[in-house]
């Protein structure tokens, strides 16, 4: 177990949770001159680590741009290109989703949007689909600005930065032992300012936010390989996706599942994905891993960013499901602005939204 810094040290914030979240967060603040101690434990929860990392503008049933686009996308690009730069690799591949066409209708409807008021819908209709030889449509056009973050890349690297320059250790977080005094934190012999809980769905455990209606979401994706799909950088959406991963390599994605909630990949959700796969692809193709993970999504469909209605000083980041990418670097900087410049975090992702109801 890591516990480097750990004896009798004093830090601006203890953060708990290492996913998407508390990664985006903890290098947030420290960008922004902070000191962190992050407490997570890795294999608790894998959502993030199995995660494709997708940022889509673009709501498909309506063909609108997703709650903040405009603003979020923008942020992310300079968030991640960052954080490239100072881990010295790649993170992020930015690509366009591929649309296909099933109905004259739907194509339309989709001409129309691009002409009036979606920018982050390609105007130019395609043929000639790059996805299977069998595989037809009349025609397909692309999301613009989409594209995708290499998840447990990022989390990894995260994780050695913060081994190597800050403070990080390797446990579960036994909320029992945290001590809330009127200026500051205790956890075991760790002395904070503040607190942060980005502890995803295993948030139903925090004594501190377990009245926040969580709607937690389990996902299950595939690998596969195949010398067949001709698929190599954008990524294919009908009702599920296919991004290519180099060396022939595919992840396919993803289920909803809001009954069993946990990491364990079930033979009806592989069946599910191999189903809706078999439609779009004849060729030959092997699976090479199936994985599961819980989203952690909120009953509003909206994050949780700010402070405990009851303590100032402790705080949570989480509720940003199967948007992560696109929402933590955004609201991570508005946190930070809160508490360098009392800025006023968005209202709808505020905790007290629910205190009435608690």
């Not at 903040?68 to 690009?77: Q, T, V």
């Not at 881990?87 to 066409?101: A, G, N, V």
């Not at 099933?102 to 390609?122: G, H």
């Not at 295993?202 to 690998?223: H, R, V, Y």
Request: net charge neutral; aromatic share 10%; hydrophobic share 40%.
């Amino acid at each position: 177990m890591h516990q480097q810094k750990r004896n009798n040290s004093t830090v601006d914030f203890i953060i708990v949770g290492q996913g998407i979240a508390g990664s985006v967060l903890s290098l947030s603040l420290v960008k922004a001159g902070y000191s962190v101690c992050v407490i997570n434990k890795s294999n608790l929860s894998v959502s993030s680590k199995i995660a494709a990392g997708i940022w889509n503008p673009v709501v498909f049933k309506r063909l609108t741009k997703s709650w903040l686009a405009d603003e979020l996308i923008p942020e992310l690009l300079s968030f991640y290109h960052y954080w490239e730069t100072e881990f010295h690799t790649t993170l992020i591949h930015q690509r366009h989703i591929i649309k296909p066409f099933t109905e004259e209708q739907e194509k339309n409807l989709w001409l129309k949007k691009s002409a009036n008021e979606n920018r982050f819908l390609d105007s130019i209709l395609y043929e000639h689909l790059p996805i299977d030889p069998h595989y037809s449509v009349s025609s397909y056009s692309k999301v613009l600005q989409a594209g995708n973050l290499d998840v447990a890349h990022f989390i990894e690297c995260t994780q050695l930065f913060l081994k190597e320059k800050h403070s990080y250790i390797e446990e579960e977080f036994d909320y029992h032992q945290l001590i809330v005094e009127p200026r500051e934190i205790a956890y075991h012999d760790i002395k904070a300012n503040q607190i942060i809980f980005c502890d995803g769905h295993l948030i139903s455990k925090n004594p501190l936010f377990n009245w926040i209606p969580m709607k937690p979401a389990k996902g299950e994706t595939l690998t596969i390989h195949s010398t067949h799909i001709t698929l190599t950088q954008d990524i294919f959406n009908k009702g599920f996706f296919i991004m290519p991963l180099g060396n022939d390599l595919f992840k396919i994605g993803a289920t909803y599942e809001w009954e069993e909630l946990n990491d364990t990949p079930t033979e009806k959700g592989k069946a599910e994905l191999i189903k809706k796969l078999n439609a779009v692809i004849t060729s030959p193709y092997t699976v090479i891993s199936h994985d599961a993970g819980v989203r952690p999504s909120v009953i509003d469909r909206r994050p949780v960013v700010g402070n405990h209605p009851d303590y100032k000083h402790i705080y949570i980041f989480n509720g940003l499901g199967t948007k992560a990418v696109m929402l933590a670097p955004y609201f991570a900087k508005q946190l930070v602005d809160q508490l360098q410049n009392n800025y006023n975090i968005d209202p709808e992702v505020a905790p007290d939204r629910f205190k009435n109801k608690a």
